[in-house]
């Protein structure tokens, strides 16, 4: 974009004084921080501006990608990045003698999701803003976001994330398109003004939604796009009546429900909460958006809504977003007098649906009791839909009523909002090969054999901008060096990277990783006051803490390795850096035992004088996005050791390929598509696959005695968790040991396999030593990594999702002054 340098500095003087009433020497950093980012947001304003005005100017087909998280993280620095002002900027505050990095440290997180499927929506939103794609993100603009987790004693604690605590520099309130959601009251049959029957609700709760506005900046091109986030707020204001009797607390009690609705992200990435809150925020923002895009659509075409499907698409990022269906029947039906069929074959034309999770107790449910309370008339249109569906099912299967009931969208007193997606949707995805084909053959298979069409995988993918790029300037600059630009926009350009294999491209590869492992290494320094040896070995996980994701299998094997060290005085294995993070669920107790465990662990181990010049283990507190960026260029070893099956895709894998670490891991989620790409000789694959695990149980036969039996060390490991070694009441792991050993809450013994993976953990771990003993090997490996990892942007996810299911057209916006644009037009001179 057009950088002019004394605007940029007269803007930044102006905000200080009109927004702070101070100039640069008397302003703070958090000042500084807004006011640039302020000036930052005016330069790209006009690009947002322009995009919008294209995509009014002629009717195109535009998405709408659906989802109640979206974790963007900061956006600072991406935003300069993508508006390729970043050295200009760096230029400009450094000659007001203003240190840039301090001013990024200023920014909060927006830490608006969980994990992997809030931060997917946000990789995705860049790539469509860069592929010039007119696509927007739809959400809810928590108050409080991902809470901010501390490590008190060895214990997650969690407080609020106050992130809007500041003012927002780079949202934008749209008052002026607020809508109103209505909750509960009674449905009612009557007159339109015109003279038309249809239905209405009365006694409704009324809550205004009032949008925010963020710019998706597209790297080196004008497109910007909009990611839109709901506020929810009382259209009364508190009750005065209430307030002049003095009843204080009711008279605030309308604004804070209306409030709460927008209050709070649900910290459970698993398995639906079953609480109307939930069930609430969901409706909330699928009815805010749908009014939306149908007041924007009346305003152009009317009401004859026949072309609506031709320009919209809308992808329901798991099934948070589900209810948006029958809410697009509602207003067509009850707001426009679209009759059914009319109104059905729009929907079916518009929806499609991602899912992101093979659990089967993790899909959403709603009683009943709570969805028809909440939302009557959307309830009354689910039964509708169900009763049709349950007609063309008993025609297709006459005699099958297991069928039957497995299918009903309404079934046992309960929502199926996955049933309703696949039924009403077109598309239904996967994201990842293993993943779709599991949905097809298991969990999904009724629909797959009813739907066939329908399914389709959609591997996921991150973006290289902000985990490549961005995240890691050295070794951007060691790639353009010898590739040259291109691969910001078009990962697969890596692939020419494999024949820089000379000692002295090796070498450099290899200082580059230092450089990031000490700067990780200061992080933590002076972050948590944690000292660790950038010399060692970086072993990372990093994501969310659920079993099936076995970090305990991890902190087992270290045990195990530091029982081997203290046996074995001349057992001298590698120095290695063990590095954890991850927030659990605040009501998930056995995760929250193993984070308890992995401190314990690691408190032992690093005041071990015996052991601690080779072995060390962190827990870094508070993992998210902007820590995420410091931690994938520094790792040596990415650890994703789920148990085969269970893991949909991961995304991690990707962010720690690029960067090149090398896999460690199980053949489940893209972890299979990535050592296919990668070699499997650059990577350290072992375990149980996908397909032995589903014969093991469907033959019962899985005997966790018997590895405990075979493998002594194993067996005094799991007795470590109870033997007061650890922990001297003996009970604040017994939980752990006992789901290992017995089974606990009605569950078989080892569930996740963690003691049929162990050994073959452990061949893969001294595999892993092997080959870093040998630095320039190693290197190599890294450098495969890297130079095959083109398959994980997420600009070819997005490629994938445009061909085969939302079928949009580019817009581009060449930008003047963009280093490709001016590359593009010197060679046309050139040739000329
Ligand atoms: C549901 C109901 C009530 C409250 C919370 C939830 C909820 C919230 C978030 C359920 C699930 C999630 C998040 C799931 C998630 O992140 N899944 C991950 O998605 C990634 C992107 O596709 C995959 O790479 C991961 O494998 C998958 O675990």
């Not at 698993?270 to 609480?275: A, D, Q, T, V």
Request: glycine share 6%; net charge negative.
């Amino acid at each position: 974009m057009k950088f002019d340098a004394d605007r940029f500095k007269e803007n930044l003087s102006a905000r200080l004084k009109r927004q702070y009433g101070k100039d640069i020497s008397q302003a703070s950093k958090h000042d500084l921080f807004d006011a640039v980012s302020a000036s930052v947001l005016e330069i790209i304003m006009e690009n947002w501006m322009a995009t919008r005005h294209e995509y009014e100017k002629k009717p195109v087909k535009q998405l709408y990608y659906l989802s109640a998280e979206f974790l963007m993280g900061r956006a600072l620095s991406n935003n300069l990045i993508n508006a390729e002002i970043s050295s200009q900027v760096k230029e400009v505050l450094k000659g007001m003698n203003i240190d840039y990095d301090m001013i990024e440290d200023q920014e909060p997180d927006a830490g608006l999701g969980n994990g992997g499927l809030g931060r997917l929506a946000a990789c995705f939103l860049d790539s469509l803003a860069t592929l010039d794609y007119p696509g927007h993100g739809y959400g809810i603009r928590y108050r409080y976001g991902m809470f901010e987790q501390k490590i008190e004693n060895g214990y997650q604690v969690e407080y609020p994330d106050n992130w809007l605590a500041h003012r927002d520099p780079w949202e934008i309130k749209r008052s002026d398109l607020s809508v109103t959601v209505k909750f509960g009251g009674n449905i009612a049959y009557g007159k339109t003004p015109d003279g038309r029957d249809r239905y209405y609700i009365e006694n409704a709760e009324e809550v205004t939604a009032t949008p925010y506005d963020m710019p998706i900046v597209g790297f080196g091109t004008g497109t910007v796009n909009t990611l839109r986030l709901w506020q929810a707020s009382s259209p009364n204001g508190f009750d005065l009546q209430l307030f002049n009797n003095m009843e204080y607390n009711r008279a605030v009690e309308r604004q804070n429900s209306a409030e709460n609705i927008s209050a709070v992200l649900y910290p459970n990435d698993s398995g639906p909460s079953g609480k109307a809150l939930r069930l609430k925020q969901q409706y909330f923002f699928s009815s805010a958006s749908l009014q939306d895009l149908v007041r924007h659509y009346v305003a152009d075409h009317g009401t004859d809504f026949s072309k609506f499907a031709d320009l919209h698409v809308i992808q329901l990022n798991d099934t948070h977003p589900v209810v948006a269906i029958p809410e697009l029947m509602r207003i067509l039906m009850d707001e426009y007098n679209v009759g059914w069929d009319d109104a059905w074959n729009v929907v079916t034309h518009t929806f499609a649906y991602t899912n992101h999770t093979i659990l089967a107790e993790a899909l959403e449910k709603w009683p009943i009791e709570i969805f028809q309370g909440l939302l009557p008339r959307i309830y009354q249109i689910v039964e509708e839909i169900n009763r049709r569906f349950m007609i063309q099912l008993r025609e297709k299967y006459p005699n099958d009523y297991a069928k039957h009931g497995r299918m009903s969208i309404i079934n046992d007193g309960k929502v199926y909002m996955a049933w309703l997606a696949i039924h009403a949707g077109f598309s239904v995805n996967g994201v990842a090969e293993l993943h779709t084909r599991l949905l097809k053959e298991q969990e999904l298979h009724d629909w797959y054999e009813l739907y066939p069409e329908k399914f389709n995988n959609k591997t996921n993918g991150i973006t290289q901008r902000r985990w490549l790029l961005s995240a890691n300037e050295e070794l951007s600059e060691f790639i353009t060096k010898r590739i040259g630009h291109g691969w910001e926009k078009d990962l697969t350009k890596l692939k020419g990277l494999e024949k820089f294999t000379s000692d002295k491209d090796l070498n450099e590869l290899i200082a580059i990783k230092e450089h990031n492992k000490r700067r990780l290494a200061d992080y933590l320094k002076h972050a948590q006051n944690e000292i660790i040896d950038a010399d060692s070995i970086f072993d990372v996980q990093v994501k969310r803490l659920h079993e099936y994701k076995r970090q305990l299998m991890n902190i087992l094997h270290i045990m195990y390795v530091y029982n081997k060290m203290l046996e074995d005085p001349n057992y001298k294995p590698a120095k290695k850096t063990y590095i954890f993070g991850a927030k659990s669920a605040s009501g998930y107790r056995r995760a929250k035992s193993i984070i308890k465990l992995i401190n314990t662990v690691a408190e032992r181990i690093n005041n071990d004088r015996r052991v601690n010049d080779r072995l060390h283990v962190v827990f870094v507190e508070n993992y998210r996005v902007s820590v995420a960026e410091k931690i994938f260029p520094a790792a040596d070893v990415s650890e994703q050791i789920s148990t085969a099956g269970l893991e949909a895709s991961g995304t991690s894998n990707m962010k720690f390929m690029v960067n090149g670490a090398l896999t460690m891991g199980t053949m489940d989620g893209a972890n299979i598509e990535i050592v296919e790409e990668a070699g499997k000789e650059n990577a350290f694959i072992f375990g149980l696959l996908t397909d032995e695990i589903l014969k093991i149980e469907r033959d019962h036969s899985y005997n966790p005695q018997e590895y405990l039996e075979r493998n002594p060390g194993l067996a005094k490991v799991v007795e470590q968790l109870v033997d007061g070694t650890y922990d001297p009441t003996h009970q604040l792991f017994k939980e752990l040991h006992d789901s290992l050993v017995y089974g606990v809450e009605g569950n078989r013994a080892d569930v996740y396999y963690v003691l049929a993976d162990f050994d073959s953990y452990c061949k893969a771990q001294d595999e892993m030593e092997k080959l870093y003993a040998d630095k320039k090997a190693w290197a190599k490996a890294c450098l495969m990594n890297i130079a095959n990892a083109g398959k994980f942007s997420s600009d070819r996810t997005i490629e994938d999702y445009v061909r085969d299911i939302w079928h949009l057209k580019k817009l581009p916006r060449p930008v003047e002054g963009s280093a490709l644009t001016e590359k593009k037009s010197a060679k046309k001179t050139a040739k000329k």
